[in-house]
């Protein structure tokens, strides 16, 4: 029996498809169609597909043509599925040629002509694009514009904004938020915090998707309101904390909850970036977010999503560069649970080792800096044989892919957040705690 094997992603299967996997099975008796898993497609920069892994797979399967469906998960496993699994040929799209010529060391490599004029990147190109409106100040928007132009199905058109330099550095004239909402199916917002509330409710008032900086609100009570908007309106609302949306990231919460540090005790979390805060000025861009809002719900992320949102007490401790204003140079804060702790330190003019510790019982996750951005992690133990490092890809500091969750959504209709709706109620209530603090102090 000549077994024969072959690979793809098979994203919205289409006749060039099935055709290619003919071909492949006319060449043998037996195929094994290999389906690149999520995180192996992001890991090469696919991270437009539209349809799961389990999708996919499913969509191979009602073809009838595949004797064996396997799932192609790591760079590599080629060779070891060829050698587990007796394989007298390899085959691919002629697209290929020459690139996987290493294999002939191991059977034969047969190149296919795929059929012209129909590709799964056509299909999504030729979709309806979402048209986007970015809204805010922050340096962050000319990175959210760039990725953008790596996802499928989406398009940047405008850009409300007092920043005549990122205007410019768009191509774009920056026009009223009013008048930006009439042109558009979505925003993304990254404007001062204190803004967010309002410029969130206009938006799903008008029906349009937002997709927000967190905090969405600065009080537990409107970003409750918010969500019950978005419901009401069909209108998806989601969270923007690029780490939730890195693979790394994600693997790492799923390891810490299988218990392979046994229980979590603690979560401490640091971030911090120096600031020239010397001068406050009313209208300066850097300064609309203090260090709470600009670095605590990215810390805060890790405790809430590993020890839950109902901590027993809670301990802020700050300092301040000017108290009028509210802005906090540095902030330590305490979530104290039953039988755990969770520590975030924060700051804007204080700079610490920007690293996530995950101390659990029979070992630690350790991050190194800058963690929210992280490709690789660390499970250590008392017994430094046993450690295993972790490595992943990391595209677009993680933006690109809550661009695809986000898109996803509003075309499914299903949230697609990484970001739990009671984490989101949770750093607004701190947020609300701290201000509400410090203003009786001021008073």
């Not at 990122?166 to 042109?183: H, P, Q």
């Not at 970003?223 to 890195?246: G, H, P, R, W």
């Not at 992320?301 to 140079?329: A, E, W």
């Amino acid at each position: 029996m000549i077994k024969v094997i072959t690979y793809g992603t098979y994203d919205l299967l289409h006749r060039g498809h099935i055709r290619l996997l003919e071909r492949a099975k006319a060449l043998g008796d037996y195929l094994i169609v290999g389906v690149t898993s999520d995180d192996y497609d992001k890991s090469r920069g696919k991270i437009n597909v539209k349809q799961s892994l389990m999708e996919r797979i499913e969509a191979i399967r009602a073809t009838g043509i595949a004797d064996e469906i396997i799932v192609e998960e790591y760079e590599g496993q080629k060779i070891d599925d060829i050698k587990r699994y007796g394989v007298d040929i390899f085959t691919v799209g002629s697209d290929w040629v020459g690139y996987f010529d290493y294999l002939k060391d191991f059977c034969k490599v047969v190149y296919l002509e795929r059929t012209e004029g129909v590709s799964s990147s056509d299909i999504r190109t030729q979709e309806r694009k979402i048209k986007f409106g970015l809204v805010g100040e922050s340096p962050i928007t000319s990175k959210f514009a760039k990725e953008a132009k790596a996802v499928n199905g989406i398009e940047v058109v405008a850009i409300t904004t007092c920043s005549e330099e990122i205007a410019k550095s768009l191509g774009y004239e920056s026009l009223t938020y009013s008048d930006l909402l009439n042109v558009v199916d979505a925003v993304y917002i990254v404007s001062e915090p204190s803004l967010h509330y309002e410029q969130i409710k206009m938006a799903l008032t008008k029906g349009k998707h937002v997709l927000c900086e967190t905090p969405i609100a600065l009080s537990a009570k409107q970003n409750q309101e918010l969500f019950e908007m978005a419901k009401s309106n069909s209108c998806v609302l989601m969270d923007s904390i690029k780490t939730a949306y890195s693979t790394a990231y994600s693997r790492l919460l799923l390891l810490a909850k299988t218990d392979k540090i046994g229980k979590i005790i603690s979560v401490d979390a640091t971030a911090t970036s120096l600031r020239d805060i010397s001068d406050i000025r009313e209208n300066a861009i850097d300064h609309k977010w203090n260090s709470i809002t600009a670095w605590g719900p990215t810390a805060m992320l890790p405790v809430f999503q590993l020890l839950g949102t109902k901590y027993k007490q809670l301990h802020i401790f700050s300092k301040f560069s000017n108290r009028r204003k509210m802005f906090d140079s540095f902030t330590k804060v305490h979530f104290v649970y039953d039988d755990a702790v969770g520590t975030i330190t924060v700051g804007k003019g204080v700079k610490s080792e920007g690293s996530l510790i995950i101390s659990g019982t029979e070992g630690y996750i350790y991050v190194p800096a800058p963690w929210w951005k992280t490709d690789y992690f660390e499970i250590r133990y008392e017994n430094t044989s046993d450690n295993k490092r972790y490595f992943y890809q990391l595209d677009g500091e993680g933006i690109r892919y809550e661009l695809v969750a986000f898109v996803k959504a509003i075309e499914s209709g299903k949230m697609n957040a990484y970001i739990d709706q009671k984490v989101s109620l949770q750093i607004s209530a701190v947020m609300e705690e701290f201000y509400a603090n410090h203003l009786t102090e001021l008073n």
